[in-house]
């Protein structure tokens, strides 16, 4: 199969919308999280959706299907909540593995399916990294400011099993997303690499912050620049955004990436910002307009969506980025 680095040398590629957001039309209740693993545990289970690779497979096989048939390049895998760092809040640190191996090997096989239908565009898998839900470099308590909930090495040894797992289930590339914290990040790339050198073998590797509010700056405080000069002493596949902001807010932001990134950019932004019911409410054409003005300048490399998109919002992007030619890589990407 042809690498991405080459093939995003003729075009722009498409990466997938929300898995939340889908995960939420079937309606699902808590024996759904448990079936066939999680009967008897003492912990409520329903929301953590990296089980459902393990209890309903099924869904999760066909959102990633349903992406793929939108026009989406690369699928991420459903992991975002996969280090013992954010299961332990169900008490399911064991399962780590499990979750991250299983969640990457479903998306192989639909990948390697959609792969056989059309050779002339092969499908990757993304082996999704979040943030988890501490940060290193901000105390959770305003009476101690010096006290932190997790250390660097916590971080390092809870990112590399779930890399491991996450190779061994046959993921492509890996996905470092939704950065608030910057030396979280950090931990995680420390841990990738580390991987990378005792396995022998390195995957491509994209990285992608969160600008949280119109301030431009990471929740820990970064500006746009800030956060890549933090993390360009690693060899990127990408650098971009994702979340927190739609698309048309976030454009100023990745006119920063673009003009001062040595690596491709990407972007998968919010279809809009939440009602007050939580619920995003920006149509696949609303929010494909926006991303033309992407386009037109030649910010992204690959795009997609983040919370509120789904597979029509992809089909629409992908529909429009279809008409563009790519912009150049720097040469050290």
Same mark, same amino acid.
């Given at each position: 199969?042809?690498?991405?680095? =080459?093939?995003?040398?003729?075009r722009i590629l498409i990466l997938d919308g929300a898995m939340g957001t889908m995960i939420q039309r079937h309606k699902l209740e808590e024996q759904d999280f448990r079936k066939g693993w999680f009967e008897n545990h003492e912990k409520s289970l329903k929301g953590n959706n990296d089980l459902l690779s393990l209890t309903r497979p099924e869904i999760i096989k066909e959102i990633h299907a349903q992406y793929f048939e939108a026009g989406a390049d690369i699928a991420e895998t459903n992991t975002f909540s996969g280090t013992w760092i954010a299961q332990a809040d169900y008490g399911l640190e064991k399962y780590v593995y499990d979750i991250n191996f299983q969640s990457a090997k479903i998306a192989r096989e639909v990948a390697d399916e959609f792969t056989q239908l059309n050779p002339s565009k092969p499908r990757f898998v993304a082996g999704s990294i979040g943030p988890t839900n501490r940060t290193a470099s901000i105390s959770p308590d305003v009476n101690d400011p010096g006290f932190r909930g997790i250390t660097? =090495?916590?971080?390092?040894?809870?990112?590399?099993e779930q890399v491991n797992a996450l190779m061994d289930g046959g993921v492509d590339l890996l996905l470092v997303e939704t950065i608030f914290d910057t030396l979280n990040a950090k931990?995680?790339?420390?841990?990738i690499d580390e991987v990378f050198?005792?396995?022998g073998n390195r995957l491509p590797i994209m990285v992608s912050g969160t600008i949280t509010d119109q301030s431009g700056r990471t929740l820990t405080g970064q500006t746009t620049e800030a956060f890549l000069i933090s993390i360009a002493h690693i060899p990127l596949l990408t650098v971009g955004l994702n979340c927190a902001l739609g698309a048309s807010m976030m454009r100023p932001y990745l006119q920063i990436l673009k003009q001062k990134s040595p690596f491709g950019v990407s972007a998968h932004p919010n279809a809009g910002l939440p009602n007050e019911f939580g619920k995003y409410d920006e149509s696949p054409e609303m929010m494909a307009e926006q991303i033309k003005s992407f386009l037109d300048e030649g910010l992204v490399n690959i795009i997609g969506g983040c919370c509120g998109t789904t597979p029509e919002h992809i089909k629409a992007i992908a529909d429009l980025a279809a008409q563009y030619q790519p912009t150049l890589l720097p040469s050290n990407s």
């Open positions: 199969m042809e690498a991405i680095q =080459d093939i995003l040398k003729h660097f =090495d916590e971080l390092v040894n809870a990112y590399s931990a995680a790339l420390f841990a050198e005792q396995r």
